[in-house]
């Protein structure tokens, strides 16, 4: 006699009165009820808590969400981090052309199956949520990620390598900036296992992509120190 399949269960990612995230227990579909209030503050951050599964599922695939600037040259990424404040928006708005800006804040770092590493850009969400300039962006896009530069302000341009020991710890603060906002709803042991997962991610990502400080200053042209370096 044939068993019949257990009914499908769902579990809840994120709930309240308005907004829900549930997960399907046998499968990885997501059910996602958003609604809509009349205040666009709540569905910006609706919007923004809707891709908490989606980071689950690229951290578990060994990528993460890091905080970050993304600018790209012929297809090719490097990414500029630093905390906020400290220039990542003003390196986007002063490099120039062939090299494109493609965001300020944020971009999802997948890993691909043959162990390279592509970035997508992500909104600036602060400007949603403090009603600045309503920007879009195209999350689709994607471009290689070549090298990580570590930002630092300071009279003149220099660049150094940093080791890859040092460059995951630093990778990995980048991104936990980043997954503290999306998972702040989660309990501390759920955010500890995303977290370590987080870890182990960036400790591979620094084995694989170069890591390096770029001192830069309010006038210098940082663009032509990362267009000096060797290239594959």
Known sequence: MQEESPAIKWS????????????NDRTDDIWCNIGRT???????????YSLSPIYIKIIKSGGFPFHTALVERNGKGALLSAPGGTGKST???????????L????????????????AHPF?????YMMDREKKTWNVQEHVEVKAVFFLKQSPQERIEPIVSGKAALLMYDAAIAACNRIFSYLDKEEQLKIFKKVFNNALEMSKKVPAYELKVSI???FWELIDALPTE
């Not at 009349?38 to 923004?48: E, G, I, P, T, V």
């Not at 390196?91 to 800006?101: D, G, K």
């Not at 909104?123 to 400007?127: F, L, V």
């Open 12 to 23: 809840s990612f994120f709930e309240d009165d308005n907004f829900s995230l549930h997960k």
């Open 103 to 118: 965001c300020d804040d944020e971009a999802l770092i997948c890993r691909l199956d043959d162990g390279h590493y592509e």
């Open 38 to 48: 009349k205040n666009n503050k709540n569905n910006y951050l609706k919007m923004f």
């Open 91 to 101: 390196c986007c708005r002063r490099i120039p052309s062939p090299w494109r800006a």
């Open 219 to 221: 006038d210098g042209k």
């Open 123 to 127: 909104p600036t969400w602060s400007d």
